[in-house]
């Protein structure tokens, strides 16, 4: 089974930055598009980024736009999420998950645990 593993989470003040990497097991994981999702308290889970299997392609939630990057390096099985600019609005539990290439449905098949971002104002 694949596995994937969130880090870099943390306590930040707005305005600061922070950088999440998520770590996947496997040797398919160039195959595999490459999302970040995030859950805040009460809330349903939304999409935040995504990145496709080569890295040439991404794509954003307006809510991060211009202020979040994701990233993959697939020497090293890992992708990242590069956020500036926080707002306490971006305070959440973020998943990094997976989508194979030969996923029936285009489904993110594979998900992480998720690591605690949390913004102060």
């Known amino acids: 089974q694949v596995q994937l593993v969130e880090s870099g989470g943390g306590l930040v003040q707005a305005g600061g930055s922070l950088r999440l990497s998520c770590a996947v097991s496997g040797r398919f994981f160039s195959t595999y598009d490459m999302g970040w999702f995030r859950q805040a308290p009460g809330k349903e889970r939304e999409f935040a980024a995504v990145?496709?299997?080569?890295?040439?392609?991404?794509g954003y939630a307006d809510s991060v736009k211009g202020r979040f990057t994701i990233s993959r390096d697939n020497a090293k099985n890992t992708v990242y999420l590069q956020m500036n600019s926080l707002k306490p609005e971006d305070t959440a539990v973020y998943y990094c998950?997976?989508?194979?290439?030969?996923?029936?449905?285009?489904?993110?098949?594979?998900w992480g645990q998720g690591t605690q971002v949390t913004v102060s104002s």
């Open positions: 998950a997976a989508r194979p290439v030969t996923s029936p449905r285009a489904t993110y098949d594979y």
């Open positions: 990145i496709n299997w080569s890295g040439g392609s991404t």
